[in-house]
């Protein structure tokens, strides 16, 4: 089973977003995230959705996804190269005593403050999913008091 | 021109081309009935179970190749469609189901008869929608018509609130086109793929064409006939496709899969190329689908992608209209003479594609088919079924020559589909006969249309072949758990301690012929074995309806069979 990403044009109407979400269902596919925003086009909606599965199951997730009347677009990036974000805040136990450490090591990944208490700091982190699994795993020995992240979204790289 | 919502319903159903509407009032569509009541050129059917009216608009759409349509109430009356809406969405058939809504300012407040179809009918239906704006109303008829009909046509849902049926539109006009930026369905089939095909099947030794109901849809059966003739292959068709092909031809193997003749699942695997036809390789066709055409390349001709190596990995495949494809590919293909290939066909065909113990001593399930089929075979008839052993002694036995001539419910498997279905389709093709072929169990899950089609008249046909039992899951019961059978007999329900057949002190209800005097339609009864021939004659040669009961061999069951999950090469015959 691999992970892959597929950016779905959808239009930006009522009903849409579960329609998507109930195929998935209905069909037994995994989603690992979904995200949904409005394009350049206001009457447009992308959907990044990161779905599990191999070759035979994301060609049946396009397929499906391509039959729904609503879905404008499927790209499956498959293995071509693409840009890649995802947004993430950790709530992390701190104190006085190791308040300087820790946002030392969060500065690594170019992580910012999000917010400061006197028993926590929060983080914002805005970079490709590989990095914010790292970012997490790096920070998790101080104590995670909660995690939220926006799940991935994409675009591919510009032909040349 | 200003109009109500109500009367631009009737307006577009008018310009679609509907000339029969099944339906059932309540309180959020009463606003629609009123202009119905003034509706000319409209048929509007009043069936008795909401169910009904959207099993008899797929019965109508089957018979005509037209969209068919049916409207309920909100709530109770909309979730009532949803087994109809379901069974199209899984035979491909094109309705477009309207439903009332309570007001838009009520909606999500649990509101009476509030029910959310949107979200409900969302995994059976091809599209749906819920109209907000009267503004909105007239494209989306337009657009609910087209998706419908067009491209692998299914069930389109449109739920209608109250206050949008009574709200009126200024300077309404019907839309002349339709264009849905998300929406083109692939038509011409693509040249490099039809060539690919047409060099394969010119390389096969052992080609067998097996078509669907793709075939029908399309309006392909001259060109799937001229494909066969051509290539001399032996011709499978699925449940969903018998009609497509001529029953009596002698390259017809008859249907494969669980109940499939032994020609037609011998042939699939020995076959080295399958020219697949609108077909979407359902498990009660493939068996255990590892080992299905093991030595098969496998061609698919289909208009939906997603159909395409969902269950079996295909070679070539080829999406399109099926008509069109096969137009292009018949030009490709060189004849083909006969070979040692159909002499293999002819020898597991035999003499006869399907058989049965014959028996005078009893009235024999299969015996009725076959002469109901002889006193029918010339008259053009439409012959729908119910749902189990009936059915799969239908399509065994009854030699379909025509498309559009066999209606039955093949993906959903739907009990009570036959009655409400024949009605659409005897109003569909007036003047036509028209049969449901019933067993007593399904019958009587949609036996209040007798009330329609009594107060109608709709020259239905119906013949109960009654064996006393839920006669398919008995039969399930007897080969697999031990005979305990368990809530199938009708004469003892749950469980029967004294049961032998024959020897049953318990009464049969309902008897079916005072039934049928109830609605005021005559109503014969067979009994034996050599009351079926005058029943049937009785049965077909009077006017208008009529209700044919033939107490059949209880305890008979359909062979073959493949047992589920089981390779098609695995399966039981009659001992």
Same mark, same amino acid.
């Given at each position: ?12 109407? +009522? ?6 979400? *109930?195929? $998935? ?27 599990? *599965? ?32 995802? %947004? ?42 590989? #990095? ?18 926006? *799940? ?7 032909? #040349? | ?101 309570? =007001? ?50 299914? /069930? ?34 693509? =040249? ?7 060099? !394969? ?38 449940? !969903? ?9 002698? %390259? ?5 899969? !669980? ?37 098969? #390349? ?29 137009? +292009? ?37 299969? $015996? ?23 059915? !799969? ?33 005897? %109003? ?41 039992? %839920? ?28 049961? +032998? ?8 209800? /309902?008897?079916?012929? #005072? ?7 005559? *109503? $014969? ?8 021939? =005058? ?24 062979? =073959? ?15």
């Amino acid at each position: 089973m691999s992970i892959r990403t597929i950016s779905v044009l959808v239009e930006n109407h +009522a009903g849409t977003l579960s329609r998507i979400a *109930g195929l $998935f269902s209905s069909r037994g596919y995994n989603i690992a995230s979904l995200t949904v925003g409005e394009t350049e086009d206001p009457t447009i909606s992308r959907m990044t959705i990161v779905v599990g *599965g191999d070759d035979a199951v994301i060609e049946q997730v396009v397929k499906h996804l391509n039959r729904l009347i609503d879905v404008i677009k499927v790209i499956d990036f498959g293995a071509d190269p693409i840009i890649e974000r995802e %947004l993430v805040m950790v709530r992390v136990d701190s104190t006085k005593s190791n308040r300087h450490e820790i946002v030392e090591l969060a500065q690594l990944f170019g992580a910012t403050v999000a917010q400061v208490s006197a028993t926590s700091i929060t983080f914002e982190l805005s970079s490709t999913c590989d #990095k914010v699994n790292n970012f997490i795993g790096l920070i998790k020995p101080y104590g995670i008091k909660e995690v939220v992240r926006t *799940g991935k979204i994409a675009m591919a790289q510009p032909k #040349k | 021109m200003n109009k109500t919502g109500a009367e631009i319903l009737i307006d577009a159903l008018a310009q679609e081309g509907v000339d029969v509407l099944f339906a059932y009032p309540g309180g959020q569509v009463i606003p629609i009935f009123d202009a119905l009541y003034d509706a000319k050129g409209l048929k509007v059917v009043l069936v008795r179970h909401e169910q009904a009216a959207a099993h008899a608009a797929e019965g109508y759409a089957r018979a005509t190749g037209k969209v068919g349509c049916c409207l309920a109430t909100s709530g109770p009356g909309a979730t009532n469609l949803i087994t109809g809406i379901a069974d199209a969405y899984m035979d491909s058939i094109p309705i477009v189901a309207i439903t009332g809504q309570v =007001p838009t300012s009520y909606i999500g407040t649990d509101a009476f008869q509030e029910a959310d179809l949107v979200g409900i009918s969302r995994p059976v239906t091809k599209h749906n929608y819920l109209v907000k704006d009267i503004r909105d109303l007239p494209r989306i008829f337009k657009e609910a018509f087209y998706i419908a009909g067009s491209g692998r046509p299914g /069930p389109v849902l449109i739920d209608l609130p109250k206050d949008v049926s009574v709200a009126t539109f200024e300077n309404y006009e019907y839309p002349k086109s339709v264009s849905i930026r998300s929406y083109s369905p692939t038509i011409i089939g693509h =040249p490099k793929q039809i060539e690919k095909a047409a060099e !394969m099947i010119k390389a096969a030794k052992k080609p067998l064409i097996f078509a669907g109901g793709g075939v029908i849809s399309s309006s392909a059966s001259e060109q799937l006939f001229e494909l066969a003739e051509k290539i001399n292959a032996p011709v499978t068709l699925t449940l !969903m496709g018998l009609g497509a092909f001529p029953g009596e031809h002698g %390259l017809f193997i008859g249907m494969p899969g !669980m109940h499939g003749s032994r020609a037609a699942n011998n042939a699939l695997q020995e076959t080295d190329c399958i020219v697949s036809v609108g077909v979407r390789f359902d498990d009660r066709v493939t068996g255990h689908v590892g080992s299905f055409a093991p030595k098969a #390349k496998i061609i698919h001709l289909d208009i939906d992608p997603a159909t395409i190596s969902k269950i079996v990995k295909v070679d070539v495949p080829v999406v399109g209209d099926a008509k069109n494809i096969l137009v +292009a590919l018949n030009k490709l293909l060189t004849p083909r003479g006969v070979s040692e290939w159909n002499d293999q066909i002819n020898a597991w065909k035999g003499e006869k594609i399907f058989s049965y113990k014959h028996s005078e001593k009893s009235i024999k399930p299969q $015996f009725v088919i076959e002469q109901a089929y002889e006193m029918t075979k010339d008259k053009d008839a439409i012959i729908c079924t119910e749902v189990g052993q009936h059915q !799969m002694w239908t399509a065994q036995y009854y030699k379909f020559a025509r498309p559009r001539t066999f209606i039955s419910s093949g993906g959903l498997g739907t009990m009570g589909f036959g009655l409400p279905a024949s009605m659409g389709a005897a %109003l569909g093709q007036p003047g036509k006969l028209v049969l449901n072929i019933a067993g007593d169990g399904s019958i009587q899950m949609n036996i209040q249309e007798l009330a329609t089609i009594s107060i109608n008249k709709i020259p239905v046909k119906v013949l109960i072949l009654n064996n006393e039992y %839920l006669g398919m899951v008995r039969q399930w019961q007897d080969l697999f758990w031990k005979k305990r059978y368990s809530s199938t007999c009708l004469r003892g329900g749950t469980l029967c301690e004294e049961c +032998a057949p024959g020897h049953c002190k318990k009464h049969y209800v /309902p008897d079916f012929v #005072k039934l049928a005097e109830s609605y005021a339609i005559p *109503g $014969f009864r067979a009994l034996k074995h050599a009351d079926v021939i =005058p029943v049937l004659r009785q049965g077909l040669e009077i006017d208008g309806p009529a209700i044919m009961e033939f107490s059949v061999t209880p305890e008979e069951n359909v062979y =073959p069979m493949v047992p589920a999950g089981k390779s098609l090469d695995e399966a039981m015959e009659e001992l």
